[in-house]
């Protein structure tokens, strides 16, 4: 819960302790509450002030100065987060707090054009027979959804909250769905709905009377068959609601839902026994701007996640590719070498049948042996240099293209 100091107050409070207890107490950094003091011109003890005062010397308090024309005589110190939370946020924080120490928490809010839009629907819209709520939505208007006895809390505290976020550089414009808020190029949804009550239904005497007559009706027929009627056996006419839905008065803002890595920062303020939603507009442009950087934050990680996983699959890939490359060479190689010995034993034939003067002779074993010299030929040209070359480029081997054919596993990505 935010709390407001007037000047004087806070100057007293800044002189009444060190800064740094004072700093916890508001969990602040005592540098953020310093840039506060600076801010609303007040002065804060200087460097060894404390320890001069605990040691019995004399030191000297300076004076609160006036404060400067068409400033607040106010200063709100909005609620902080007592656990831990990532580096990013919590500066986030810090700042959007620092911000709103300007915020007068209870004056009046500046007219905004969404606001008064969105009262001016709720004023015409007609509460539902099922729970009394009026509920209003729309590109230009706020989500609410709250009793007409609302209205007034309602209009003061969209005002405020408006205007609050409005001091934080937060603005309220026009949705996809309704009205969000835009802080530093992130889109905010939020809503502001009212509890509802439920209660076992009682049936009033006019209800009992009522269905009285139905049972009377549905008996009557039951002994005159000729006139029966289907509504005269409907159940609905014997009883009423099973529930009474009744407005409870309490106002809740919710920011939206949103999944983040790391966890959510806090995205529901509620009425309280001490507090209500229309004096909680500070905290409320502080976890606004929070959320909007949450999901900055994690935009970020989740892009730097794609990368890393993008850059895992790539290397995964390298890896099958070389797999690949290397299989289709060592394949070429057994071939080649397959090859040669085959060649070495037609080589043996050839010179085997030659070394019988077949060659001088006609016949069959003679066109065989033509045969035989004629692939033989042509099979040591295929195993030369330049018939290799031209093996290896028509199939795609031992160059920039040796990935010939490669195709990931399925379901690989």
């Known amino acids: 819960m935010s709390r407001v100091f007037t000047r004087r107050e806070f100057y007293d409070l800044v002189w009444s302790k060190p800064m740094t207890h004072l700093a916890k107490e508001f969990a602040l950094s005592d540098v953020a509450l310093h840039k506060i003091c600076k ?31 068409g400033t607040s005589d106010r200063i709100t110190i909005a609620a902080g987060q007592l656990g831990p939370e990532p580096e990013v946020i919590a500066t986030a924080r810090e700042n959007a707090r620092l911000l709103a120490s300007s915020i007068d928490t209870d004056a009046a809010s500046s007219s905004n054009p969404i606001v008064e839009r969105t009262i001016a629907q709720f004023r015409k819209a007609k509460p539902s027979s099922i729970n009394g709520l009026v509920s209003v939505e729309g590109l230009n208007v706020v989500k609410v959804s709250v009793a007409p006895a609302s209205i007034d809390r309602l209009e003061l505290a969209l005002g405020r909250i408006a205007a609050a976020a409005e001091a934080l550089g937060i603005k309220l414009v026009r949705g996809e769905k309704f009205a969000s808020f835009q802080c530093e190029g992130e889109t905010i949804g939020f809503s502001i709905s009212e509890g509802v009550r439920r209660e076992k239904h009682v049936p009033t005497e006019k209800e009992l009377a009522e269905q009285e007559a139905a049972r ?183 160059g920039d293209d040796d990935d010939h054919a490669f195709r990931p596993p399925y379901g690989y990505y």
Not at 42 to 63: E, H, R, S
Not at 377 to 396: D, I, T, Y
């Open 216 to 398: 009377k009706r549905r008996a009557r027929r039951w002994h005159n068959p000729g006139n029966w009627d289907d509504d005269d056996f409907s159940f609905s006419s014997l009883r009423g609601p099973e529930w009474d839905y009744h407005p409870t008065g309490l106002l809740v803002f919710e920011l939206e839902h949103s999944y983040l890595l790391g966890g959510s920062p806090r995205r529901s303020f509620k009425d309280a026994k001490v507090q209500r939603l229309e004096n909680m507009a500070s905290d409320i442009a502080v976890g606004i701007a929070v959320l909007a950087a949450a999901k900055k934050d994690d935009q970020v990680k989740r892009e730097e996640q794609a990368r890393q996983r993008e850059e895992e699959r790539r290397l995964r890939e390298l890896a099958l590719r070389k797999d690949h490359i290397a299989e289709r060479r060592g394949k070429a190689l057994d071939e080649v070498l397959e090859e040669m010995a085959s060649l070495d034993r037609l080589r043996r034939l050839v010179a085997n049948l030659r070394a019988e003067k077949m060659s001088e002779s006609t016949g069959r074993v003679s066109e065989f042996l033509g045969l035989a010299e004629h692939r033989l030929a042509s099979r040591e040209a295929a195993l030369s240099a330049n018939g290799l070359e031209q093996h290896f480029e028509k199939n795609k081997l031992f």
């Open 39 to 69: 801010k609303h011109d007040i002065p804060n003890p200087p460097l060894g002030w404390w320890a001069k005062k605990a040691a019995g010397k004399a030191v000297k308090q300076t004076p609160l100065p006036k404060a400067k024309a």
